[in-house]
């Protein structure tokens, strides 16, 4: 779509992402809590986990990177969770990323519930939330279990001195503070556990000794009463006995009623996983969408008016990257009023994850210059799913969870009709270079001050031995390659054929080791311009071009020639189209320049085929090498008496139609010849119809009928089979 950029550092566009904060906010989606963050004491700063090192330092400066318990804001994408999880069999083309997706989110079975705390009988101001694997026996819970490390015990909490008196290190620890069940009103005592870690990344759960022998145990061993929740009945099924209002369900009804129960109420029962955690979105760093959030003593936390969007950043003239959030050196901007009673008040001066922005770009794609709106629905509905999404697989979890998220989100805001944003991914790989790094301090080394003279590479300044890998180009790790130096020596067209052809796009290009792609590309191109320059030189002999003075054996050669293009047009259409294999495309095109090249001269002058075939061969390579193939067609289009009429030579070729298969060309026989391959190795060839051909079990069938299948397969343990239509190739793996 002709003007659809979108920039998400301009107010025009973070302005919408603030009011899908606010819409968050309201819904009880976005909220702050007191978090565990990565502290740099030198720089005084947080770090993402991504900037800390292997050896657990600070990127910056180099300084052991402590934890520290900040107030954060997050996004409860664990609410989602289910819904996300369960939307993954409707996307049956993201392969290999789908499974990612569904591993990262966890299996959802249990959800989270609030609690408020109390101490010697008296109310606190402390919430908590603990999950429980089995919500359903709710009513059975007879303590509440946290970790050692939990938040409670270390950060600003009332309630840390208290706890930390009450710990035992090594034990179970009953302590005097109870938590009352907002769902159930229970009250119930806190445990501190002699454990350090829960399953996944659990920090508080639910003791429910009907479900769970440990949790039983546990409660026996502090002197902790417990109800029994779950009766079995002869015939099998588990009813729930001595749970108020659910007292006589099935454990599935139950669950049912206490999930819908507390969701309604916003005290958690979102099924989700014990791995999945909520989106922490915090930034303590100017380059973001401020947070529309004010901060009054009397009214507490505020959301900005909707009206009052955008929250612009203010303009801070210096940045030393330390201390908290460069915001706070702009105080005009900060010292705010309260929108609700006017009193002095402060802006919140965290700012969002840059992943925020660009987790719903998509949708503003479809609409980017609305004033009014985030996007029009109708627009949205017309334009999504994006029917192809490309990017790199390490957003293969965090871009591509985020996206869906915000898609979900604003699907039950009825803003779209559709709940997933992506209906088929290509995930690109990376091209990686060489990382030099000492041994001694892992530190990376720039390529100047490395030694490759020898048989390994060295230290130039000390000798010393260095760790070599293949990683990600990156400015840290001084592996990066400057495009600009590759386009002076080689031209853009022969880079970009170079990416292309060296590899599918999901795989990783080596940088050094693919240096026979380059010369080989440029050698295609050099041998695709020979190709004009013949068909140039020939039309300008002075001896005007005549089909009819082909002998028989000369048009049978250009039928050849004519099948080839034929052929070639229909798998480089689909390499384009569905497969995206571009370096399959390439080779094809290469064949087909060797077979034009082969053509005699008789065949150049007088056929309409090598024409039209040489003009599909510059159109097919023009997306990918676009000057070389404008040159080329404009060379074509200044040839005198040209044979073929229904190309459109009076403008560019990038202008001209993707070259269609003829009619009347016949795809070759009814028959098809699948390879046979088991445990990977080729064992031979059998013939299938070409309407069975892709279909899995006829093919598996006819395989295992053949002689070969007979004499390789008969009696063996076929643990999986494979088929690719495509290749016409079936794989068995089976038992050695």
């Not at 904060?21 to 740099?40: C, M, P, R, S, T």
């Not at 039928?559 to 080779?587: G, P």
């Amino acid at each position: 779509m002709a003007g659809s950029e979108v920039t998400t550092c301009l107010p025009e566009y973070y302005k919408w992402t603030q009011y899908l904060f606010l819409k968050l906010f309201e819904a009880g989606i976005a909220y702050q809590k007191e978090a565990l963050v990565n502290w740099d004491p030198v720089d005084q700063t947080v770090l993402a986990n991504e900037q800390v090192d292997d050896n657990g330092c600070s990127w910056r400066s180099g300084a052991k990177v402590e934890q520290k318990y900040l107030k954060q804001w997050f996004i409860k994408t664990t609410a989602y969770a289910k819904a996300m999880f369960d939307a993954l069999s409707d996307l049956p083309e993201w392969y290999g990323i789908k499974e990612m997706q569904a591993n990262w989110i966890g299996d959802c079975i249990g959800c989270s519930l609030d609690f408020l705390l109390k101490v010697n009988g008296k109310v606190t101001e402390e919430k908590l939330a603990a999950y429980t694997y089995t919500p359903e026996a709710i009513y059975g819970a007879s303590h509440l279990y946290i970790l050692p490390s939990h938040r409670l015990l270390h950060g600003n909490s009332s309630l840390k001195e208290v706890f930390q008196r009450e710990f035992i290190p090594g034990k179970d620890s009953l302590t005097s503070v109870t938590a009352v069940n907002l769902l159930t009103n229970q009250e119930i005592p806190v445990v501190i556990s002699a454990k350090t870690n829960f399953a996944n990344f659990l920090d508080a759960k639910i003791g429910i000794p009907s479900t769970s022998a440990e949790d039983a145990a546990v409660a026996k061993n502090l002197g902790i009463s417990l109800t029994e929740v779950i009766e079995t009945l002869p015939n099998g099924l588990e009813k729930v006995i001595n749970s108020a209002e659910i007292t006589g369900m099935t454990r599935q009804e139950a669950l049912k009623a206490i999930t819908q129960q507390a969701k309604k109420k916003r005290i958690g029962g979102d099924l989700t996983s014990d791995k999945l955690r909520d989106w922490l979105i915090s930034r303590q760093r100017y380059w973001g969408t401020p947070i529309p959030i004010i901060h009054c003593q009397t009214c507490g936390t505020v959301p900005v008016p909707y009206e009052d969007l955008p929250v612009v950043l203010p303009n801070v003239t210096t940045f030393t990257g330390k201390g908290a959030s460069p915001l706070e050196s702009a105080p005009e901007w900060v010292n705010c009023s309260c929108p609700r009673c006017k009193a002095a008040a402060r802006r919140e001066v965290d700012t969002m994850d840059t992943f925020v922005d660009s987790a719903w770009y998509y949708l503003r794609y479809t609409d980017p210059h609305n004033t009014d709106r985030p996007f029009n629905s109708d627009l949205a509905d017309y334009w999504m799913p994006v029917d192809l999404y490309i990017g790199g697989k390490e957003h293969a979890v965090m871009h591509l969870f985020y996206a869906r998220f915000f898609s979900h989100f604003c699907h039950d805001l009825k803003m779209t009709k559709h709940k997933e944003p992506f209906h088929k991914l290509l995930v690109q790989g990376l091209i990686k270079n060489q990382t030099f790094r000492l041994t001694t301090t892992g530190q990376c080394l720039k390529r100047e001050e490395v030694d490759l003279t020898g048989t390994e590479p060295v230290h130039l300044k000390t000798g010393e031995k260095l760790h070599v890998s293949w990683e990600k180009m990156s400015k840290s790790k001084y592996n990066g390659i400057d495009p600009e130096e590759i386009v002076k020596e080689y031209g853009i067209d022969t880079l970009r054929l170079y990416i292309l052809f060296a590899a599918p796009p999901e795989q990783d290009i080596l940088w050094d080791a693919k240096t026979d792609a380059m010369p080989g590309v440029q050698r295609w191109q050099t041998r695709l311009w020979a190709l004009v320059t013949k068909l140039i030189e020939a039309r300008t002999s002075g001896t005007m071009p005549n089909p009819e003075l082909l002998n028989k054996k000369e048009k049978a050669e250009a039928r050849k020639i004519w099948e080839q293009k034929n052929l070639v047009i229909s798998e480089v259409t689909e390499y384009f189209t569905k497969d995206h294999l571009f370096n399959a495309a390439i080779s094809r095109l290469m064949s087909l320049t060797n077979v034009l090249h082969q053509a005699p001269r008789p065949l150049v002058l007088h056929s309409t085929e090598f024409e039209d075939a040489l003009a599909s061969l510059c159109i097919m390579v023009a997306p990918m090498a676009p000057h070389i193939a404008s040159e080329m067609w404009k060379g074509l289009a200044h040839m005198q008496n040209k044979l073929c009429i229904h190309h459109h030579w009076d403008v560019d070729v990038l202008h001209q139609s993707w070259p269609k298969v003829d009619p009347e060309y016949l795809q070759p026989s009814d028959v098809v010849e699948m390879s046979v391959l088991i445990n990977n190795k080729a064992c031979g060839k059998v013939f299938v119809p070409q309407q069975a051909a892709r279909n899995f079990e006829e093919v598996h069938e006819l395989v295992l009928q053949s002689e070969l299948g007979v004499k390789h397969l008969q009696g063996r343990a076929i643990k999986k089979a494979f088929l690719s239509p495509r290749t016409a190739l079936i794989n068995f793996l089976v038992q050695e």
